[in-house]
């Protein structure tokens, strides 16, 4: 069963629009939720993350919202970059902080 | 230094070998993680460290061994793997306390079991 989940495996956006990366999540009891960003044969890279008890929470071009009614996150990512491709993962935390990701959406912003 | 630093980057080994991968951070992160990535796949999570002692085992079979020798180091060692155990292993490390929320990543080893 799925914990997080991300329903989108894919997204293209034109450079210098907005990319909306989508993530729903099960588990009532997660407090803090992550997104990342991965290129391929790398590691995992911090983006931004947002506590259970806000509903949004800004850095600089990435934009996360919550909406703990339906259970869902998503990332705002504006202007688009041509950088900004790669594969996005939605993560929940755990009690001992260890991460559950989504399956990932591969976002590919055209120049 | 938010550094998490794996060896080696890649690795092939035999179904009959014995090896280790290694991860180092200098963060002063006393939480430590394991995570198996395959293709196409999201990282799993395979043990948590906490304080060096294994707080989390994600029902791993035995050919993996994990082991915590300080607060800097995780070493995971690896016996008698098969081919599906092929898979982009990545460590990661985080605070196990206070506000800071994010956990970082190394750049994983690419293992290839033949």
């Known amino acids: 069963d799925q914990q997080v989940k991300q329903n989108s495996p894919s997204l293209s956006v034109q450079e210098g629009r907005i990319s909306i990366l989508n993530c729903d999540y099960t588990n009532s009891m997660f407090d803090y939720f992550l997104w990342y960003k991965k290129y391929p044969a790398e590691g995992p890279t911090f983006l931004i993350s947002i506590s259970s008890i806000k509903d949004k929470n800004e850095d600089g071009r990435f934009t996360v919202f919550l909406n703990k009614s339906a259970k869902h996150l998503s990332l705002h990512i504006v202007p688009s970059q041509p950088g900004d491709s790669a594969v996005y993962f939605c993560?929940?935390?755990?009690?001992?902080?260890?991460?559950?990701f989504g399956s990932g959406t591969q976002l590919t912003v055209l120049p | 230094d938010t550094e998490v630093t794996q060896t080696p980057k890649h690795l092939v080994m035999g179904m009959t070998n014995k090896k280790s991968l290694k991860c180092e951070q200098h963060m002063g992160h006393r939480a430590m993680y394991w995570y198996k990535q395959k293709a196409k796949k999201p990282p799993e999570l395979m043990f948590v460290y906490s304080y060096e002692k294994l707080s989390i085992n994600e029902s791993v079979p035995s050919r993996f061994s994990p082991e915590c020798p300080n607060s800097s180091l995780l070493n995971l060692h690896l016996h008698a793997l098969q081919p599906e155990d092929s898979a982009l292993y990545l460590c990661a490390s985080s605070q196990s306390t206070g506000r800071s929320t994010e956990a970082f990543f190394g750049q994983g080893t690419r293992l290839t079991v033949v």
């Open positions: 993560a929940s935390r755990g009690s001992a902080r260890q991460l559950t």
